[in-house]
């Protein structure tokens, strides 16, 4: 099968390209190669993967419909793993059009080319935000997520609700992914783990939010991956339902399904995590909450357990020591 990967270059989908070309498929990477942060660390996530004989790299906008149709035709993919986007809370308060233009246009654009191409399976990115103001914890995927708190959370539940009609009226099979704080090596820049880490190894304070009082269900990125890998065989199937909690939808060939440890850490105790790995101890400016910020994530995994077989189980000190190992050898400290 041609396995097509959008965001090829970014944290997860360079770390899923590089399992998949492992187990020997065919992977056609696309990105646009934004500078929301270091193009140069993109780069570097993607040199490794153009030596492999299996896989063939696109630089092009999703937003740009023709030249993503003409990709679609040339490449006819089987599968569809749509990870690009504008990602980030924070920015999405002072650049909401950004969101609008990728996350909604752009996915509006992958739906569209998956459903002309008759694909097998479309599997795309969501994220723990879109619970919003849900105060359900854990969080199940059949909870009621009505109430995002952010454009970035609105543009995704956009696109897990376009793609819901899609799958509706042309059988096309969806798995949205609901991805809760992933971390590890090549990690991205602006999110926590990565600034906390830059930080402390570069002798500057941080900005802990919430004087710390927040847990997030920090997620290993190597146990996302092989999550999505064996979500890629498990194409929703109308009307067959694997269990009672399962968001299969009632009319059409579309689930979502939550990626987590299921084990919500306290930022106190990761930031700790961090200080035990490095041999450091931070200086932290405790802050106020910021707007649309999430006190709490948790994820209930019964769901990707029941589909898959599979439950994700890196340890945080386990994960932030692979994380520190990863950004002592590429930084050269």
């Not at 949205?176 to 926590?192: C, K, N």
């Not at 498990?234 to 060939?253: Q, R, T």
């Amino acid at each position: 099968m041609a396995i097509l990967i959008t965001g090829a270059a970014g944290f997860i989908g360079s770390s899923l390209a590089r399992r998949l070309l492992e187990k020997g498929e065919t992977v056609i990477g696309l990105d646009a190669m934004t500078d929301y942060y270091d193009p140069a660390l993109k780069q570097a996530r993607l040199k490794p993967l153009l030596t492999a004989p299996k896989f063939s790299f696109h630089q092009q906008n999703i937003e740009d419909f023709d030249a993503l149709d003409e990709l679609f035709d040339r490449e006819k993919p089987s599968h569809v793993i749509h990870l690009a986007g504008q990602v980030g809370v924070r920015y999405s308060l002072s650049h909401p059009e950004a969101y609008v233009a990728a996350n909604i246009v752009g996915s509006f654009h992958i739906i569209e080319c998956a459903k002309r191409q008759k694909v097998t399976h479309l599997l795309m990115a969501s994220t723990s935000s879109s619970y919003g103001a849900n105060t359900r914890f854990p969080a199940q995927e059949t909870d009621r997520a009505d109430h995002p708190l952010t454009i970035y959370a609105a543009s995704k539940r956009a696109s897990e609700l376009m793609a819901h009609s899609y799958s509706s009226l042309y059988e096309l099979p969806v798995t949205m992914m609901r991805f809760f704080t992933v971390y590890g090596p090549w990690g991205r820049p602006d999110m926590a783990p990565f600034l906390f880490l830059d930080a402390i190894l570069n002798d500057r304070p941080i900005d802990v939010f919430n004087h710390g009082k927040m847990t997030r269900d920090f997620t290993f990125v190597d146990d996302l991956t092989l999550s999505l890998q064996k979500l890629m065989d498990c194409p929703p199937i109308a009307g067959k339902p694997v269990a009672e909690f399962d968001s299969l939808s009632p009319v059409a060939p579309h689930r979502v399904v939550n990626i987590g440890n299921a084990n919500p850490i306290e930022l106190m105790d990761f930031i700790q995590a961090i200080e035990h790995s490095t041999g450091k101890k931070f200086d932290m400016n405790m802050r106020e909450m910021q707007p649309g910020d999430m006190v709490n994530t948790c994820a209930d995994t019964r769901l990707l357990q029941a589909l898959t077989k599979y439950k994700p189980t890196t340890c945080v000190n386990d994960g932030v020591r692979q994380l520190v190992d990863w950004y002592r050898q590429f930084y050269k400290l």
